[in-house]
């Protein structure tokens, strides 16, 4: 089946680091991507729009410049959390949009769980 | 009114029952449904999709869609304890655009 492998799954750092997330579709063109966070049993929120070649769209209540996306490729995009702090910790998850599967589905990568100090 | 709506449960059968998950959305453009499971602090997997009335079924999962009464609903038959998760329903209107997902309805399947 489909693979989205999201990388590292779990970082911890100390409030003022930078953390990439790098998010990859293993055997699937992905011309978008989605980045989510999700905090303890809460629903998915979806933070922005990884878009190939161009720039994401984010949602409104997210701030570009703290989440700077990358999207270089057609199988990687990455989300740079800058200078992170106590409250920017949580399950971050990037899915990706099989293009060429029937129905086009999003495959989801395994999260990362991000904690700031 | 929340563009997907689910109920949160928590639902709970007997192992071997029938789980029935209602999703019912407000967007009647919405073109594509989708069931997603998430296990408590993992990434939600997809289980299916569907886009045409009826249903569709794979393997112990049926997904039913009636797009007149803007509903989709996923049934898990011979529900197994390894079932026990949080069913997420997403809808989305074109290829295009975005997924919009319910807030998810967590199953318990009891032995």
């Known amino acids: 089946g489909a693979v989205v492998s999201q990388h590292p799954s779990r970082v911890i750092c100390k409030s003022g680091t930078s953390v990439k997330i790098e998010c990859r579709s293993l055997d699937f063109q992905a011309t978008t991507m989605f980045w989510y966070r999700q905090f303890p049993k809460k629903s998915l929120m979806l933070m922005a729009t990884?878009?190939?070649?161009?720039?994401?769209?984010?949602e409104q209540g997210v701030e570009k410049d703290k989440f700077l996306i990358n999207h270089a490729s057609l199988t990687l995009s990455t989300l740079t959390v800058t200078s992170a702090h106590p409250e920017d910790s949580s399950f971050y998850i990037c899915?990706?949009?099989?293009?060429?599967?029937?129905?086009?589905?999003?495959?989801f990568g395994d999260g990362t769980r991000l904690s700031i100090l | 009114q929340k563009e997907v709506e689910q109920n949160s449960g928590p639902l709970s059968v007997p192992e071997g029952a029938i789980a029935s998950l209602n999703c019912t959305y407000s967007?009647?453009?919405?073109?594509?449904f989708f069931w997603y499971r998430q296990y408590s602090g993992k990434s939600p997997e997809l289980i299916m999709f569907i886009y045409s009335n009826g249903d569709k079924e794979d393997g112990r999962f049926t997904a039913q869609l009636n797009k007149a009464s803007q509903y989709v609903s996923l049934l898990i038959r011979d529900s197994q304890p390894s079932d026990s998760a949080t069913y997420l329903c997403?809808?989305?209107?074109?290829?295009?655009?975005?997924?919009?997902f319910g807030d998810g309805t967590t199953l318990t399947v009891k032995p």
């Open positions: 990884s878009n190939e070649g161009s720039k994401a769209t984010y």
């Open positions: 997403a809808v989305r209107r074109t290829n295009a655009g975005k997924s919009t």
């Open positions: 967007d009647r453009g919405s073109q594509s």
């Open positions: 899915s990706a949009r099989d293009d060429q599967g029937r129905g086009q589905p999003q495959h």
